[in-house]
């Protein structure tokens, strides 16, 4: 495992911050697959895209977790921007950085996410075809989480007001006063509608998983573009890759993976369900986190390690 820090081709402005995990028996002068892992909103590579990074490196890849622009170790004003458009690009910028490195093989690269990053990552690939392969775990396309609310239960319609609010924010942070937030996760535990969410706040916020790097909010100017983003645009015509949806059966999110699989146009494609697990647990259970690995692994080995025979195998 190494830290690493690049320029982000999109803004040459950026400065990239990422660990990467290299699998037992390393060998520089050969060439391995790679996965990009990409962080929930409000994450940050030391959390969960951390763990799975890590855990995927053990069956023979070359892993890369990273902080997204305007977040993390990453640099980028204002801080905690969440802009949709720029953290999918986000995912190339890494593809992009990847294709520098000759250990890497470029022609099979997979990628995946967790909860927003997840949807994200689908979005990253429809829109570039280097990425061969697509893993998401406790998925979330974010714009239709802001717009539909978290079980579904609001109209499009009903979700201007959110618009109006970013839009306002936009002009109070041109003002010079202090840059407008809003949680992506409850920033208190009275705030939590429900128990799944009540572990959201639990995750950012206590030793189970807050890190100095992870406030848990975004700056508010990003609804003008969080409201009308959909992570799974033209995915009907131009998600053909394989992919592998992994997701909790009583996460009060699992609509937004089974409305991906409804709309990719992969003829590879597969859900596993894990029992009794919702969306949080996905994230750092012990148990369900293993359990995701056991399907993703044998996934992206089939669909881009298995294939090359230069790669070092993991037993």
């Known amino acids: 495992m190494t830290k690493v820090t690049f320029t982000n081709s999109n803004n040459t402005n950026i400065t990239m911050a990422a660990v990467v995990n290299f699998p037992?028996?390393?060998d520089q002068t050969k060439q391995y697959p790679a996965i990009v892992v990409s962080h929930p909103?409000?994450?940050?590579?030391?959390?969960?895209?951390?763990?799975?990074?890590?855990?995927?490196?053990?069956?023979?890849?070359?892993?890369?977790?990273?902080?997204?622009s305007y977040q993390g170790e990453s640099s980028g004003e204002p801080r905690q921007l969440e802009n949709p458009h720029i953290r999918t690009e986000d995912v190339s910028?890494?593809?992009?950085?990847?294709?520098?490195?000759?250990?890497?093989?470029?022609?099979?690269?997979?990628?995946?996410?967790?909860?927003?990053?997840?949807?994200?990552?689908?979005?990253a690939a429809i829109n570039d075809r280097r990425i061969k392969a697509v893993g998401t775990v406790s998925l979330v396309n974010i714009g239709q989480m802001f717009r539909n609310g978290w079980e579904n239960n609001v109209k499009d319609a009903d979700a201007l007001p959110y618009i109006q609010g970013g839009t306002d924010a936009r002009s109070s942070d041109a003002a010079g006063n202090a840059v407008a937030t809003m949680p992506l996760a409850p920033l208190n535990e009275a705030d939590a509608p429900n128990e799944e969410l009540r572990q959201a706040w639990e995750y950012y916020h206590?030793?189970?998983?807050?890190?100095?790097?992870?406030?848990?909010?975004?700056?508010?100017?990003?609804?003008?573009?969080i409201i009308t983003y959909d992570a799974f645009f033209k995915a009907e015509a131009f998600l053909t890759q394989p992919l592998q949806v992994v997701v909790g059966s009583v996460a009060g999110s699992k609509w937004m993976s089974d409305d991906l699989m409804a709309r990719a146009a992969s003829t590879d494609k597969n859900m596993?369900?894990?029992?009794?697990?919702?969306?949080m647990d996905m994230y750092d259970g012990e148990a369900e986190v293993a359990e995701a690995v056991s399907v993703l692994a044998p996934f992206f080995t089939r669909t881009i390690l298995a294939t090359n025979a230069d790669v070092v195998a993991a037993e």
């Open 93 to 123: 910028a890494v593809i992009d950085y990847l294709t520098t490195l000759p250990y890497v093989d470029v022609d099979r690269i997979g990628a995946m996410g967790i909860c927003a990053g997840a949807g994200y990552t689908a979005n």
């Open 206 to 225: 206590t030793p189970r998983a807050q890190y100095p790097t992870a406030p848990g909010f975004a700056t508010a100017r990003s609804l003008t573009q």
């Open 24 to 26: 037992e028996g390393f």
């Open 272 to 279: 596993h369900i894990v029992e009794g697990a919702n969306h």
């Open 41 to 68: 909103g409000g994450g940050v590579k030391e959390q969960t895209a951390g763990t799975y990074a890590r855990k995927l490196a053990e069956h023979g890849f070359i892993t890369i977790a990273y902080d997204a």
